[in-house]
């Protein structure tokens, strides 16, 4: 519920504001300093202001000071002043001041309403706007404020400006290619290319040629030298998603090519030489693929310089919110349409669901949403999801195994994140001891944690 701060010294007035804005959460002070006190303890998005207050009541002074005050301390909030009949000028030097409006008296409920509404949707508008330039600042198109994803990011943002091999881990849809390009477009090596290819797509006997080229002649139907990804992207970054799907017999030339930044093209008798930065994804368990003898080690060690784990939008806190409102938009653009908002349900609806296929699930549900929405507001329903009651998460789990799998996973992973990756410190939030923790983590195959990523 959003905050309203009235300052008035008139009991009746008092009264009548409490009932008529029903859907806030009103709140009072009589003069200048208990509005400043009551200012600092509830930070009320909307403060009306009557002008005449004691100790001068009948003039603005006292008021306008307060104004300077309220607005000094928190520019973003915004004053209504509340003036005497007639008293335009003290009106106008108040919004000169910079009151968002003003207002004479006497006070007609449903007018004041009306003002303090659109003043506080105002206010959330900025606020939002706010929120999202201080994250498009850093990493550009990692959209996001959660805690654990302002940590990834600016990890990636530190590593940018090196040459350090990445590894980025996450389920499928998280953002693990969004990231690379982040971190290319933050790299000295932004104004040379970006080449993406992803090993799982392309098939094993083809793969090879891709990544490396090959010359005219190597093979049927190799009519012309041709490049391959890696030399395309010359003095640039290479983004290899998947790497976990390529082929044993690759994975050796690719660590060849890392360790002496070399390449053969294929059907070639000559090593080329490559200046290249790569970053590889794989949603896969590398270290699990590693014990099975799926994947290399020595070569895991040499992508996973650094490793990074992109959190699955279910840990992201609200974001999901957040992302929506900005595909909203987008796609309000795409599509020449003119949905205004998220309902109330459909907000809930959306935290309490599982996000199974990540950022990727809630574009696509955005977008269909947008496009078939009946009213100006997303329902629940426009996304194809439902609204539980709390504590109903067994609604769509498997079992009550799942619900409780589920529920210690986030916890680990919200403690771990809020005690900046400290163990002792996670397993102390938990109440459980370390051995306990690690065996939870292990269960629950939180690989991000387990790799201190
Ligand atoms: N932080 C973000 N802000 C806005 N859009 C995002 C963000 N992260 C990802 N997306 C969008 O979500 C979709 C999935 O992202 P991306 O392809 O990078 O995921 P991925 O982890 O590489 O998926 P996969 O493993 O399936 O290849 C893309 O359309 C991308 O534009």
Same mark, same amino acid.
């Given at each position: ?9 008139? &009991? ?16 009072? @002070? ?27 009541? #009948? ?6 000071? #307060? ?13 209504? +002043? ?9 009106? $106008?030097? @108040? =919004? ?14 449903? *007018? ?61 849809? *998280? ?19 970006? +080449? ?35 030399? *395309? ?28 930044? +070399? ?14 930065? +790569? ?10 693929? =590693? ?21 699955? &939008? ?7 919110? $957040? ?61 194809? &999801? ?28 919200? @403690? ?20 306990? &923790? ?16």
């Amino acid at each position: 519920m959003d905050r309203i701060l009235v300052v008035d010294d008139d &009991l009746g007035i008092q009264k009548q504001l409490k009932w008529s804005l029903s859907d806030y959460e009103v709140v009072f @002070a009589e003069d200048r300093q208990s509005a400043i006190n009551q200012l600092r303890r509830f930070e009320p998005k909307v403060v009306t202001l009557d002008l005449g207050l004691p100790p001068d009541p #009948a003039n603005a002074s006292e008021g306008l000071a #307060a104004l300077e005050e309220i607005l000094a301390l928190s520019p973003q909030t915004k004053v209504i +002043v509340v003036t005497g009949n007639n008293d335009k000028e003290n009106a $106008l030097k @108040a =919004v000169a001041l910079g009151a968002y409006d003003f207002y004479q008296k006497p006070i007609d409920s449903d *007018t004041i309403q009306i003002l303090i509404n659109r003043a506080a949707n105002l206010y959330n508008l900025e606020l939002e706007n706010r929120q999202l330039a201080k994250t498009s600042s850093s990493m550009s198109k990692i959209i996001g404020n959660s805690e654990c994803i302002q940590l990834v990011s600016r990890k990636a943002e530190k590593i940018a400006q090196t040459d350090i091999s990445t590894l980025l881990l996450g389920e499928s849809g *998280t953002g693990k290619e969004v990231f690379a390009r982040s971190i290319h477009d933050h790299s000295l090596r932004k104004d040379k290319p970006f +080449v993406a290819i992803n090993c799982a797509s392309i098939p094993e006997n083809l793969l090879e040629s891709e990544l490396f080229g090959y010359e005219k002649g190597a093979f049927t139907g190799a009519n012309k030298t041709t490049l391959g990804k890696i030399e *395309t992207a010359q003095g640039g970054t290479v983004f290899l998603d998947e790497i976990g799907d390529m082929p044993l017999g690759l994975q050796a030339k690719m660590l060849r090519f890392l360790q002496e930044r +070399v390449i053969e093209r294929v059907g070639g008798r000559s090593e080329i030489p490559v200046d290249i930065r +790569v970053i590889c994804a794989t949603h896969r368990n590398l270290q699990d693929m =590693v014990t099975e003898q799926t994947f290399r080690e020595d070569l895991f060690y040499r992508v996973g310089e650094i490793i990074i784990s992109i959190p699955p &939008l279910r840990d992201r806190e609200n974001d999901v919110i $957040l992302l929506a409102k900005t595909f909203l938009n987008q796609y309000n653009e795409e599509f020449g349409t003119k949905v205004k908002g998220l309902s109330d349900g459909a907000v809930k609806a959306m935290l309490q669901h599982k996000w199974k296929g990540n950022i990727r699930e809630l574009q696509n549900k955005l977008k269909s949403a947008v496009i078939l929405a009946e009213g100006s507001t997303i329902q629940a329903d426009d996304l194809g &999801l439902m609204v539980r009651e709390d504590g109903d998460d067994a609604v769509d789990s498997l079992n009550l195994r799942e619900v409780r799998e589920l529920a210690e996973s986030r916890a680990i992973r919200r @403690a771990y994140y809020q005690s900046e990756k400290n163990m002792s410190r996670t397993a102390e939030l938990l109440g459980v001891t370390r051995p306990t &923790l690690y065996s939870l983590i292990d269960k629950y195959h939180l690989d991000d944690i387990k790799t201190g990523a």
